[in-house]
């Protein structure tokens, strides 16, 4: 029998808090992840021009301007009888020395609590909205796509290849953060162009780095000052509605900015004080990662966090589940492997085998396919503490591993996988240990659970020569038996599963024998 019942749209809220501004957008999300936006609200505050100076703190005063501004939106929220609210803050809360505090005091002024998303969230955030906003651009198809977000606080880059993330990075080049950092007040505004140019190129040296930008075809500029730009420039040439500006166009119109004080562009452009404090930075961020670039012309994407957050919203399962950003997971977490030159040929076996106890054990763990891929991350990175120090190794994984930024995968998330990869060797998990004890009651249930199956997976690549080829898990009343398929002697793969099981009798309640497959008891 067909069900046609049909679900009342819902009406949902984004809050961004971002180095200049805090964002509202009001969305009715109806069935089939339809979004129709239905009003949108900022308020200038800088919290940037606090954080990114000297004392990296947020004033009271800020603090003030922040809260009077939430209380704002709560009006036009309860207005629309909003009953979901996410609220997100990116770099200037998070790098605050009392970004905590502060938003604690937000919670207790307001009602709403700000989650502060990590760089890899961001970037996933960001991709979900322009690759909605741009769905049918053939950008989206191109061999080697950036995608560029030059925000207050930092810089936001994706690569694409064939549409899909090969590698991300967010960099510390925002307008806002360099009007404060170097106090370019102080300075005439020729040598305010000059440093910024300075600062921008060493960036850019690290960039190249990390993304091959030379072969970049696509380009797909994101954020509020190169849609100004673009407006601008497309005004003068008689076509307002276009979202693509020629190389040419684009860097001509940056060179002619850099030439006028704030003063002077506000009042030549028509800009707000604010708008014009950003403007010239951001374009030259724009300008000079254009340049690095084959591109031919800048593709202009409305996207926003904030609108990748309304995605995530629409689709509530868009978080949890692996099979939408499975591979550019694994593919960012590839790259970094590759920056700690680590051992891929072990880490893709170890994963492999550990994906086969996971699929094994199901019944047992009842774990979420999300899971899985978060063992799949540590399996893949778990020797990466090895580029420190080949002793104490898994304790170097752990921390490497919770200061890395993964594409796709949250804070919490890559807390677990940083303390997965930490127990693939050495002690089992303790009270003792803080980065576990600082996980909630559920998160070490699923790092206990993960790198039982870890421990024994490694254990069975213990020489790097990936010659287990596939396992067999055989139920029995008091020991469940691992039945290894694979070439050669398997003695000492064996003797070091055996050695290992002991988180995993723990876990599973059953003691594990390890055998050859072929091979009675």
């Not at 009003?39 to 009077?68: C, M, N, Q």
């Not at 162009?193 to 600062?199: A, D, E, F, H, Q």
């Not at 254009?290 to 309304?310: Q, Y």
Request: aromatic fraction near 4%.
């Amino acid at each position: 029998m067909t069900d046609t019942t049909t679900h009342s749209p819902r009406v949902v809220a984004v809050l961004d808090m971002g180095a200049s501004a805090i964002r509202l957008v009001i969305a009715e999300i109806a069935a089939g992840r339809r979004i129709r936006v239905l009003e949108e609200a900022s308020r200038g505050v800088l919290l940037g021009r606090d954080t990114f100076s000297s004392a990296g703190v947020i004033k009271p005063r800020t603090a003030d301007s922040a809260f009077a501004a939430i209380d704002g939106f709560r009006k036009i929220m309860d207005g629309y009888g909003v009953t979901q609210v996410r609220a997100v803050a990116t770099s200037a809360v998070r790098e605050a020395r009392n970004g905590d505090l502060f938003l604690d005091r937000m919670h207790s002024r307001t009602g709403i609590q700000f989650d502060v998303i990590n760089e890899a969230e961001e970037a996933r955030l960001l991709y979900l909205a322009v690759r909605e906003s741009l769905k049918r651009h053939p950008a989206l198809k191109g061999a080697w796509t950036l995608l560029a977000e030059v925000g207050g606080g930092s810089t936001n880059l994706t690569l694409l290849r064939h549409g899909q993330p090969d590698r991300s990075g967010v960099y510390a080049l925002g307008a806002v953060r360099f009007r404060q950092r170097f106090e370019l007040r102080r300075f005439s505004h020729e040598l305010q162009v000059s440093l910024l140019k300075r600062v921008i190129a060493n960036v850019i040296d690290e960039i190249r780095a990390e993304i091959p930008l030379h072969r970049v075809t696509q380009f797909v500029a994101i954020g509020g000052d190169i849609r100004m730009a673009a407006s601008h420039i497309h005004a003068q040439e008689g076509d307002a509605q276009a979202r693509e500006i020629p190389r040419e166009a684009l860097l001509d119109f940056s060179a002619e900015i850099e030439k006028l004080d704030d003063e002077t562009l506000a009042t030549r452009l028509r800009l707000a004080a604010v708008e014009a404090d950003t403007l010239m930075p951001s374009m030259l961020i724009f300008s000079t990662l254009l340049s690095e670039t084959a591109a031919r012309r800048a593709i202009v994407s409305d996207a926003s966090l904030r609108s990748g957050v309304l995605i995530d919203l629409a689709e509530p399962e868009a978080q949890v589940a692996a099979q939408d950003f499975e591979h550019q997971v694994l593919a960012s977490a590839e790259a970094l492997g590759h920056r700690f030159r680590y051992d891929r040929d072990h880490g893709r076996h170890v994963a492999a085998l550990a994906t086969r106890l996971f699929e094994e054990l199901h019944d047992e763990h009842r774990l979420a396919h999300r899971d899985r891929l978060l063992l799949q991350t540590a399996s893949l990175l778990h020797d990466v503490g090895v580029h420190v120090s080949l002793r104490s190794h898994h304790k170097h994984s752990q921390y490497l591993l919770a200061s890395a930024q993964i594409f796709g995968l949250s804070m919490d998330e890559t807390a677990v996988v940083a303390n997965v990869a930490r127990y693939h060797r050495g002690s089992l998990p303790q009270r003792s240990h803080l980065p576990y004890m600082e996980l909630d009651l559920h998160e070490r249930l699923l790092v206990n659970k993960l790198a039982a199956l870890l421990r024994i997976a490694n254990a069975l690549d213990s020489e790097h020569l990936q010659k287990v080829k596939d396992l067999r898990l055989v139920r029995g009343d008091k020991a469940w038996v691992l039945e290894l398929v694979g070439a050669g002697d398997l003695t000492m793969e064996q003797i070091a599963a055996t050695a290992r099981a002991d988180l995993f009798t723990e876990v599973f309640g059953r003691d594990l024998i390890v055998r050859a497959a072929g091979v009675g008891a």
